[in-house]
């Protein structure tokens, strides 16, 4: 079994579409995270929900709204998608130790927006 | 601003050779922690080293860290072309902050 998930893999839609990726994880982690990856592979956080709730919100636009039903599923909509908005985005889960212990990633969701 | 950077940004060897990756990094972490990233794929966790360690061993990995430098190496010995790939460090800060990537190196291991 994948122990992170994210669908779908490949995401090709037009400016102005609304769009989501879903992502679960297996491992009975507390915290999980998007990062966004653009062209240069600069991997970079967007939101962190730990045990359903928000803790971290990167200055990311308000067009992107995360939804976590249960600790498990960490969901990303976006609306009104924008060209700059292509990269490939990744979902992680972790379990808070002594700090941030090692993150388990998906394995990415490239997003095309033509 | 970025917290870590890797250097160099791509490194091109032979495969037998040793590898090294170094990482800079600016301000007081708890843990510094290396991914790789094979192509099109997800980061993979390989190793953690903590603020009180110097050094550490995972197989064929040795990760040094010296806090008062604010530096970390990564050595890979004996390559193979199975660790093409690319080469991120991660920090992580004291407080409730989500781990700081840098912008990897690329490794090219040729057979």
């Known amino acids: 079994d994948t122990a992170v998930s994210q669908t779908p893999k490949y995401l090709v839609t037009q400016m102005g579409n609304d769009k989501s990726i879903k992502c679960e994880q297996n491992l009975g982690h507390d915290t999980m995270y998007w990062y966004k990856q653009d062209s240069k592979k600069f991997l970079k956080i967007m939101f962190s929900y730990n045990n359903k709730e928000l803790i971290i919100n990167e200055t990311v636009p308000n067009r992107f709204s995360p939804k976590s039903p249960d600790k498990a599923h960490l969901n990303l909509h976006i609306n009104s998608l924008e060209l700059g908005d292509s990269a490939v985005y990744f979902c992680?889960?972790?379990?808070?130790?002594?700090?941030?212990?090692?993150?388990?990633f998906g394995s990415g969701t490239q997003l095309s927006v033509l | 601003s970025q917290q870590g950077e890797e250097d160099p940004q791509a490194l091109s060897i032979q495969e037998g050779e040793n590898a090294t990756m170094n990482c800079s990094y600016k301000t007081s972490i708890n843990n510094l922690q290396w991914y790789r990233q094979n192509s099109g794929r997800g980061l993979v966790h390989l190793i953690l080293?903590?603020?009180?360690?110097r050094e550490k061993h995972s197989g064929r990995l040795r990760v040094t860290l010296d806090t008062s430098k604010k530096s970390s190496s990564l050595l890979i010995t004996a390559s193979r072309a199975a660790d093409t790939a690319s080469y991120f460090c991660?920090?992580?800060?004291?407080?409730?902050?989500?781990?700081?990537f840098g912008k990897g190196t690329r490794l090219s291991v040729i057979a």
């Open positions: 992680a889960s972790s379990q808070p130790g002594q700090g941030i212990e090692k993150l388990f």
């Open positions: 991660a920090t992580d800060l004291s407080g409730n902050t989500p781990l700081v």
């Open positions: 080293i903590r603020s009180n360690e």
